[in-house]
T-cell receptor, first 111, second 116 residues
Framework: GDSVTQMEGPVTLSEEAFLTINCTYT??????LFWYVQYPGEGLQLLLK?????DKGSNKGFEATYRKETTSFHLEKGSVQVSDSAVYFCALRSTGNQFYFGTGTSLTVIP | NAGVTQTPKFQVLKTGQSMTLQCAQD?????MYWYRQDPGMGLRLIYYSASEGTTDKGEVPNGYNVSRLNKREFSLRLESAAPSQTSVYFCASSEGFWDRGLQGYTFGSGTRLTVV
């Protein structure tokens, strides 16, 4: 069945470091891919999305490119800030309209 | 602020007790959902309501019931709580069920439930 696998955390980075959080997926057809972010004490918020191969989603300095050849949707940011500390979830919407979430990756950015 | 409101934020239950988690959205969304979040498991769908008047089982419905009270409100009931139901519960909504790929979800801030 369809699924999403994201890198284990937690991840700790210094401010202004480069961030990559890996996400790979298994799906039939052409799913849509998402990154959600969960700040402490809050619900998940949609960060960015891509609906077809080679699309790049971007928001708040974060980017992710839908790579069908490698079945990946890695999240990147060139220079993280303390305010980016959160849990990041990769998610997939299958062609059957089911949503699958990854297990989440906790990011802590230290000054 | 517009969004999804969940109550309570925290709850401790004894095994066998019952309780209802409340959820309300003020965005005029048609579809609402209940998820549970467990360490190492990601989010798993318990029940959903694609539109007012309908409810359907998700991935992990056992031990739960739901009620779509009206377009705004979607409650989750635990009839006889078990320790395995210790989790963080999130309510979410979306404008439509079939267009979630375009807009995604709006989530509430969660209810942390502990069953002892």
């Amino acid at each position: 069945g369809d699924s999403v696998t994201q890198m284990e955390g937690p991840v700790t980075l210094s401010e202004e470091a480069f961030l990559t959080i890996n996400c790979t997926y298994t799906a039939t057809g052409y799913p849509s891919l998402f990154w959600y972010v969960q700040y402490p004490g809050e619900g998940l918020q949609l960060l960015l999305k891509a609906t077809k191969a080679d699309d790049k989603g971007s928001n708040k300095g974060f980017e992710a490119t839908y790579r069908k050849e490698t079945t990946s949707f890695h999240l990147e940011k060139g220079s993280v800030q303390v305010s980016d500390s959160a849990v990041y979830f990769c998610a997939l919407r299958s062609t059957g309209n089911q949503f699958y979430f990854g297990t989440g990756t906790s990011l802590t950015v230290i000054p | 602020n517009a969004g999804v409101t969940q109550t309570p934020k925290f709850q401790v239950l004894k095994t066998g007790q019952s309780m209802t988690l409340q959820c309300a959205q003020d965005m005029n969304h048609n579809s609402m959902y209940w998820y549970r979040q467990d360490p190492g498991m990601g989010l798993r769908l318990i029940y959903y309501s694609a539109s007012e008047g309908t409810t359907d089982k998700g991935e992990v419905p056992n031990g739960y019931n739901v009620s779509r009270l009206n377009k705004r409100e979607f409650s989750l009931r635990l009839e006889s709580a078990a320790p395995s139901q210790t989790s963080v519960y999130f309510c979410a909504s979306s404008e439509g069920f079939w267009d979630r790929g375009l807009q995604g979800y709006t989530f509430g801030s969660g209810t942390r439930l502990t069953v002892v």
